[in-house]
Nanobody, 114 residues
């Protein structure tokens, strides 16, 4: 059974930093691309960042230079370091993996106050 559990969200002032974590159970972590998505109120879910099993990363233009995605294969954990946060980064952040089907966590809320 595959489970993705996010943590680390919270309330932060603009310009601040947060680090999100996603603990992954099941035998899919090491061989799959992992990603962070986010969904702001009234908006569609969007891809924030991804990292392949080999460590190659990609970012949405809106977060380049501010967010860093990483993975710890020994711990089956995905991370998202977020800095210089802006109010427009406010959203529920979801961990995602695809292994035949899409797997999603339940999300963690990040609120950035101005």
């Amino acid at each position: 059974q595959v489970q993705l559990v996010e943590s680390g969200g919270g309330l932060v002032e603009a310009g601040g930093s947060l680090t999100l974590s996603c603990a992954v159970s099941g035998r899919i972590f090491r061989s799959n691309t992992m990603a962070w998505y986010r969904q702001a109120p009234g908006k569609q879910r969007e891809l924030v960042a991804s990292v392949t099993s080999g460590g190659s990363t990609g970012y949405a233009d809106s977060v380049k230079g501010r967010f860093t995605i990483s993975r710890d294969n020994a711990k089956n954990t995905l991370y998202l370091q977020m800095s210089s946060l802006k109010p427009e980064d406010t959203a529920v952040y979801y961990c995602h993996a695809r292994h035949g089907v899409n797997y999603w966590g339940k999300g963690t809320l990040v609120t950035v106050s101005s």
